[in-house]
């Protein structure tokens, strides 16, 4: 499976996949994995297979977006039930949080795989990802997991255009981590706290927003991230009432709006300051 440099990357990622018999696919629906899984579908055909995984961790909206784009792909689906709040390392929320829920799912669907006799499960890990910090990436790694935007050095605006350039419906879908990810490290994740996320989020689409983040901090506290543009907005006294009501509604004791605007991976900034610590 090698990628020629001299091709597209749409050609690049359409002839890694023509080097397989079949594959697996770890879907999401997020753009990234649905890259992947359109070009499987298009390079294999009925030998790919996507899964999406079903918990508490996942939001009701994005297991319908991926069903929905599953089959606006024309690719195999099927969705299976995790249970990654059984893992001590996941709910303790300790910042390799991540590696727990990637071995959850990737023990699951490497048992599928053996079943099934698939060549190899691929996600949807791409070139930008290098830089962030991934745990689950060493859970791939363990589980011969493979990542074929991240081998074709494809980036997150590349995979964006090739999405576009295949007609997939989240080509311009937001980044939407599992809801685990929103809930600072070092508090306990619970079906509980993961449903509050959950609805506060939806909250906010309700009233427009598009890309959002609700942070769950310790002690019931709501720390919400929207783009700088939509800040004063949102801190008008008709909105801001109607979405403090709202959020204590929910269970949430405290709502905060973070005046520095939605940032991908801000509760990473946590991990740094314990290092500092110590």
Known sequence: MTCDPSLSASERLLNWFHDLDSCLVAFSGGVDSSVVAKAA???LGDESFAVTAKSPSVA?????IAKETAEAIGIRHEVIETA???RPGYVANAPDRCFHCKSELYDHLSAIRAKYETAVIVNGANLDDRGDHRPGMIAATNAGVRSPLLECEIDKATLREI???WDIPVWDRPASPCLASRIAYGVEVTPERLKMVELAEETLR???LRDL????HEGDLARLEVPIEAIEWLAKPETRETL?????EIGFKFVTLDLGGL?????????QVSLNET
């Open 244 to 248: 403090e009501q709202r959020l204590t």
């Open 60 to 64: 009701e909206r994005d297991l319908r």
């Open 163 to 165: 999405a576009k350039l």
């Open 206 to 208: 309700s009233l427009g």
């Open 213 to 216: 983040r609700v942070r769950y």
């Open 263 to 271: 940032k991908s991976g801000s509760l990473n900034q946590l991990i």
């Open 41 to 43: 579908a298009l390079a």
């Open 84 to 86: 990654e709040l059984n």
